[in-house]
């Protein structure tokens, strides 16, 4: 048995592995490579090794970072299943198009402003096409053991959004495990990592590997940013993931709202997107924290825009309101719209709620630039630039390490660290390698682990 790291690798986007038995090829995770020019380039290469012709595709979770290529596969060719948990399904199906969609609308974008090198930018896969994709899935429980080929495959959860899990493949005497993205212990939305049974070797998540997350009150902050947005009279712009962190920005905000810890100022989550996952994660209650009355209760706080007039209604609100709206890193979405509007307005405040990878606009806004690109237009930033950090849906080493004692691993059992960058990487694998047994390496990209 092989493992090709074919993304996530040195980097936290575009998480892929090829894994190959003498009769059976799969396809861990198909992740979008995002962040980086350079990276962003890697979606349009040839596809490496024909992973479009593998038995099966088992996803993690439902994060365009790692199940965001799976319409290219369709694209060029790939019709075999694409296993996942059933609310991983449920999520991809509104993630994918809309994924799809937002490329199509920014090529456009580009030809008509002629902003792009090429004669006629493509968008890397239609809405169309992803809606086609979404027809290969086949929905598994948390616990359920299949089959691809010769490989025998459990999910076992993990937290972090609904649905996601870490994958276990059992195939010709060995056990791998691939963690995905792995959840908080004291998540207010998501339900704490299941502990893992033993595996030979671990594909372990590092997002986080040089950070620990500090210990804040983080409704304490969220209510101090909202009170001062509502002093001010301006727009509190909330860019989010419209998996699991719209769903809890809106939680902790209805729940400050009915407290009186706040006052009430008109909330939107100006996200479709996010609106259609609202729904499925009422539908899916029983893997999460808010019961489905809680889930209710947001509907009947958050005013949700769907239509392009409704967002754009949005800017002729007078006095302070709430904006949350997509995309988490401020790459694309309708945020974008609304910091055109309002990022050279010093009323206004930006809070990040989540991950800035490199290379993205919410990174470099953290960072302090004082203009930011929008649309081939640069835009000054007088707004207040903020951070929620202690809202992120990744456990920090501290908590990974945690999550590998509960889960009773061997010694010497070997730890592959991927999905991180590489200072979190090398700080990560100093960490594990003083105060654990493992044997811990870190993988190179397109390189080839043996078993």
């Not at 090198?117 to 027809?135: D, F, M, S």
């Not at 996952?277 to 889930?295: G, M």
């Amino acid at each position: 048995m092989k493992i090709v790291f074919l993304g996530g690798t040195e980097t936290v986007t575009g998480s892929k592995y090829l894994v190959e038995t003498q009769t059976t090829r799969i396809l861990v995770d198909c992740g979008l490579f995002q962040g980086y020019k350079w990276l962003r380039k890697r979606n349009w290469h040839p596809l490496p090794l024909g992973i479009q012709d593998v038995d099966g595709v088992v996803l993690t979770h439902a994060h365009l970072d790692h199940s965001g290529f799976l319409p290219v596969l369709y694209k060029h060719g790939y019709r075999n299943p694409v296993f996942a948990h059933h609310a991983t399904a449920d999520l991809c199906r509104i993630l994918w198009p809309d994924s799809g969609k937002i490329q199509e609308e920014d090529a456009k974008y580009l030809e008509r402003h002629k902003l792009s090198k090429h004669e006629k930018p493509e968008p890397l896969y239609t809405a169309e096409i992803a809606t086609k994709a979404c027809k290969l899935f086949r929905g598994v429980e948390f616990g359920q053991r299949f089959q691809i080929g010769d490989i025998q495959i459990t999910l076992s959860p993990v937290g972090h959004i609904l649905g996601a899990a870490c994958v276990f493949l059992e195939a010709e005497g060995k056990r791998i495990g691939f963690s995905g993205d792995v959840g908080r212990y004291d998540d207010p939305l998501m339900k704490a990592p299941k502990p893992i049974a033993p595996v030979d070797v671990l594909l372990l998540e590092s997002t986080y590997g040089d950070r620990r997350h500090e210990a804040s009150d983080i409704e304490a902050e969220l209510a101090e940013v909202i009170q001062e947005t509502a002093k001010s009279g301006g727009m509190l712009m909330i860019p989010s993931f419209a998996v699991g962190r719209a769903q809890l920005m809106q939680h902790l905000i209805v729940k400050l709202m009915d407290a009186g810890t706040v006052p009430r100022i008109p909330v939107f989550l100006d996200s479709p997107m996010a609106i259609s996952v609202s729904d499925i994660y009422r539908a899916h209650h029983e893997y999460h924290k808010l019961t489905e009355a809680e889930c209710r209760r947001i509907e009947q706080v958050v005013e949700y825009t769907h239509s392009v007039d409704e967002s754009k209604a949005i800017a002729n609100i007078n006095g302070p309101h709430i904006i949350i709206a997509g995309s988490g890193m401020a790459t694309g979405g309708r945020i974008l719209h609304h910091f055109k509007h309002g990022l050279s307005d010093h009323r206004s405040t930006v809070l990040f709620a989540g991950y800035q990878a490199g290379g993205t606009r919410g990174a470099k806004m953290l960072q302090g630039v004082e203009h930011i690109k929008l649309h081939g237009e640069w835009i000054p930033i007088r707004a207040k630039i903020k951070n929620l950090e202690g809202l992120s849906g990744h456990a920090d080493y501290i908590e990974l390490h945690q999550w590998l004692g509960e889960s009773n691993l061997a010694h010497g059992t070997r730890i592959q660290l991927v999905h991180g960058e590489p200072e979190a990487l090398e700080t990560f694998r100093d960490f594990l390698s003083e105060h654990t047994s493992f044997d811990v390496d870190i993988p190179d990209y397109m390189s080839i682990l043996h078993l």
